[in-house]
């Protein structure tokens, strides 16, 4: 995959001086229209071989462009918050909005590749990490991400050329230190693994444009034509998106019959019962939290259900007796502007808990196969790839050790025209009852069949869904309690 950027490629004063201008107001003149329509966001990696000229094309593409509209980020070891995260949540934090650019200096590659190379990843990580990356990148060109890729490469004898040349240097010397020159003696390795690498990962909307670094002027034009092109091209594009399909297209079951059916709601707890289960109970969650082993992991508990089905209630119960330091409700409603502007999962990766802390998420990422879906807020495309999506996000977040509880808070129609009808009549509960929970209940097949695919499609073994029969309230606290205790207790 390197031969094409071994050839020595070279271009000469007069050509360069003649291509600069005209590529410099092309660059800026797509970057101003992207500022001012906002539509899409644009993501440079910079990678490749150390000594490459990595960081002087950065330099020329800040000079070329307005840099306040530039976003760069360089990525050295993991902080230790980011340590503390899923792999993926560096790199979510730090996503430009849409009508910015985002060029970052390493990125997801960096470490599978390093690992690999030096031994520390086995085949079976290695394959998984690149397929991750694949999910990764999918999810964001999906999004509307404009991704750009670049691999800076030298050939073995111009790569010692070029160190030895920034080493004789006093003013670059600083930048050629052990590490560069113990990678090089691992040169023939790490383009072996970095190949692998490559190859797999050069798929659909997120090719790898490999660019020969000997020469600053080529390398700086190749650069700069091939992202004036990649953003020319979208934004003459318009709003227009492919639509992706990655499952089969929905149909409502042939014999009418829903999971939710299955759940026995006539159930009723005794209050004396209740009270009791709830403090050992509530006991039994706040001793785990307290556990030694429980600080080496994360936790994470998904609350959904329609309208007054009692979330609010059995997320108090679920906290009533722990220490405040350490679990955090999160509330999603609609989108801000802020959040619109990110790809749609960014608002969940900024949530996810430091290990040792509850993160309770009130209604979650969820929300685009129910919501979304039923009330056309998204095109089918975006709420179809949304579940493989979704699977993917939480299988990351149970492989970096998080323990993951979804329940799904189940009444009938009758109970909820009831407890509306009770809010209604109730002062200190009328806030809790809105025109658009009496417009959502009149979609209420409708939701339960989107409810009924999303239980089926991502009810996965690493993060399976609770139905929690919930026209009991008593009783759905505390199925909802104990679950919580026993899955963290079989974590631990």
Known sequence: ??????????????????????LRSALLKAQYELAENKRFAVVILINGVDGAGKGETVNRLNEWMDPRHIQTRAFDEPTAEEADRPALFRYWNVLPPKGKIGIFFGSWYTAPIVGRTMGTQKEAAWTKALNDIVMFERMLTNEGVLLL?????????AQKKRLHKLEEDRRTRWRVTATEWKN??????????????????????????????????YRSLTVGNALSTAMRRRLDLGDARPLTLDVAPLAPPVDKLHILDTLDLTQATPKKEYERK????????????????????????????????????????????????HYTIVPIAAPTDEERAQPYMWRFWRHIPRRGHLTIFDRSWYGRVLVER??????????????????????????????????????TEDE?????????????????????????????????HA????????????????LVPANDKLGARLLVLETLCDRIEAAL
């Open 416 to 448: 909820q025209l009831r407890r509306f009808k009770e809010r209604e009549a109730i002062g200190f509960k009328q806030f809790k009852i809105t025109e658009e929970d009496w417009r959502n209940r009149a979609r209420w097949a409708d939701y339960r």
């Open 278 to 325: 709830l403090d050992e109970l509530q006991g039994r969650l706040a001793l785990l939290t307290r556990e030694p082993a429980f600080a080496r992991r994360r936790t994470i508990a998904v609350f959904e259900g329609v309208d007054a089905a009692g979330k609010g209630g059995a997320i108090r119960r679920s906290v009533g007796g722990l220490d405040a330091r």
């Open 451 to 466: 409810t009924c695919d999303m239980i089926d499609r991502t009810s996965t073994e690493l993060a399976p869904w609770t």
């Open 149 to 157: 890729k670049f691999w800076f490469h030298l050939a073995k004898k």
């Open 374 to 411: 039923v009330e056309g807020f998204c095109a089918e495309g975006d709420f179809m790839r949304a579940y493989s999506e979704i699977n993917d996000f939480e299988a990351q977040l149970a492989e970096a050790g998080t323990v993951v509880s979804k329940f799904w808070m189940a009444i």
């Open 184 to 217: 090089f003696k691992r040169y023939d390795a790490f383009k072996e693994t970095c190949e692998e690498a490559l190859r797999a990962t050069s798929v659909g909307a997120a090719p790898w444009i490999v660019v020969e670094g000997a020469d600053e002027r």
């Open 1 to 22: 995959m390197f031969e094409s950027a071994e050839l020595g490629h070279e271009i000469d004063k007069a050509t360069y001086a003649a291509a600069e201008p005209e």
